[in-house]
Structures are given as C-alpha cells and as structure tokens.
C-alpha cells in the first residue's frame, strides 16, 4: 500500500530545485559572454594599438562599432590604447576593461 504523506513529494523538490538550476544557467551564460566581450575587446584594442602605431588614425571605428569606449596615450615611443564595453547580455556585471601598446612608429 502507499503511504499518502509522500504524494507530491517530488512537485515541491522540482520547484524548489528548478529556479536554482535557472540561475545557475544564466550565470554560466553571463560568464560566457563576458569571457567573450573580453577577448574581442582585447583583440580590437590590440589591433587598433598597432594601426596607430602605424599611422592609421581610423584605428579606433571598430571598437566604436561595437560599443566600446577608448582613449589613447601617446609618450615615450609607445602608443597605448584603453577599451571597456558592457557585457551585452543584461546582466548586472561589471564592464569588461583592456588596455594594449604598441611602438610608435607613425609619429
């Protein structure tokens, strides 16, 4: 015979369980996609370091292109580029951050 008091045991475990697992999902997308929005800024700031310190003025439209913000020192033969970008998921992370320098051979 079965015993009533076990019945819907497993409904209230799978509620209980079921927003954990949500949350755990979306934060695993989040980190994934700031690992992402990192290394393109990285790879762009990178990039555009090296254009301009080739001369290349134009260097910085692609991180513009995708939200990023950038500033540029110049000294000392090196040309330094600084990005950050949101994460572009929704989430309440912290903007992604890099900075890349390059010789400065244009000037």
Not at 50 to 70: F, K, N, S, Y
Not at 97 to 105: Q, V
């Amino acid at each position: 015979m079965r015993r009533l008091g076990d019945r819907g045991a497993v409904t209230a475990e799978f509620a209980v369980a079921l927003p954990a697992v949500l949350i755990v999902l979306v934060l695993g997308a989040g980190v994934l996609a700031s690992f992402a929005t990192t290394m393109r800024v990285q790879q762009l700031t990178t990039e555009a370091a090296r254009l301009l310190g080739r001369g290349d003025e134009a260097a910085l439209q692609r991180l513009a292109e995708m939200g990023a913000t950038a500033s540029v020192d110049r000294g000392g033969g090196v040309v330094c580029v600084r990005a950050s970008a949101r994460v572009p998921m929704g989430l309440p992370l912290p903007p992604v951050s890099t900075r890349a320098c390059a010789l400065d051979g244009g000037r």
